[in-house]
């Protein structure tokens, strides 16, 4: 074997592995999300007015209730992220 490739399995196998760095949503603006999706549509606009007073507490609930399988989640969900 070349010196190459055994500096390059090496490296391979003394590499440490990726750690996720995306926050944990609040469990209150996860629950929030949920309620996107409410058949209640006062219940689905006072989710999204709390959700926009949580700020920047509410951006991680908010990216990964974009991947929602709930099509009223999602979107409004991508709808309240800039906001």
């Given at each position: 074997?070349?010196?190459?490739?055994?500096f390059a399995l090496?490296?391979?196998?003394?590499a440490p592995t990726p750690?996720?760095?995306a926050p944990t949503p609040d469990p209150r603006m996860a629950e929030l999300v949920k309620k996107l999706g409410?058949?209640?549509y006062r219940v689905?606009?006072?989710?999204?007015r709390e959700l926009v007073r949580g700020g920047s507490g509410a951006v991680p609930a908010l990216t990964a209730g974009t991947k929602d399988l709930d099509p009223e989640v999602s979107e409004r969900c991508r709808q309240?992220?800039?906001?």
């Open positions: 074997m070349s010196a190459i490739a055994t090496a490296s391979l196998i003394g750690t996720s760095t409410d058949r209640s689905r606009e006072q989710a999204a309240l992220l800039p906001q």
